[in-house]
């Protein structure tokens, strides 16, 4: 099952928030607000400040804020930098050379995997943190992403079709 980690959510969540402050926001403003547990929180808002997509200021007015614009900061580059890759199945992923399958060469299904995992890429790395922001965000088009599923491998997904 493709799910997002609790952390990668609450990483989206506060990115969400800071991109709607003027001002920096503390762990505990955000942790209140959408009540998510703090220790949890300020270990995610860590990460993203260390991966470069927060900065912390300190003081009495410090807190978090975005280290770049919200339209610049994709929703896969949040989610990489708390969860690390995005693996639907081992044979193709960034350390595709680690985890090698022994049906890889025979394997049917290989390829449409391929295609769907780049899809979700493309797609995690269309949305941005402003795009979250927004109250009418509209979402790309997932059955584009099954018709190019399909023009790679149409014998063995000719029965795919969009959920409606």
């Known amino acids: 099952m493709l799910k997002l980690t609790k952390k990668a959510d609450y990483g989206l969540i506060a990115l969400r ?29 860590q990460t993203l400040v260390r991966n470069g997509l927060l900065v912390s200021e300190q ?17 896969l580059e949040v989610i990489r930098s708390i969860d690390g890759p995005i693996i639907l199945t081992h044979c193709f992923t960034e350390h595709a050379d680690q985890h090698q399958c022994d ?28 795009d979250l922001s927004s109250d009418d965000m509209a979402i790309p088009s997932i059955p584009g992403m099954v018709s190019s599923i399909q023009q790679a491998s149409p014998a063995s997904l000719s029965n795919v079709r969009p959920r409606t």
């Open 17 to 45: 928030h800071l991109s709607r402050q003027t001002r920096t926001a503390s762990a505990k403003d955000i942790a209140d607000q959408y009540r998510i547990p703090l220790p949890l929180l300020s270990k995610v808002l």
């Open 59 to 75: 003081g009495a007015t410090g807190g978090y804020r975005l280290s770049r614009d919200p339209h610049d900061i994709n929703a």
């Open 103 to 130: 049906q890889s060469q025979l394997c049917p299904v290989r390829e449409p995997l391929r295609k769907v995992h780049e899809g979700i890429l493309r797609l995690l790395s269309s949305i941005s943190v402003a």
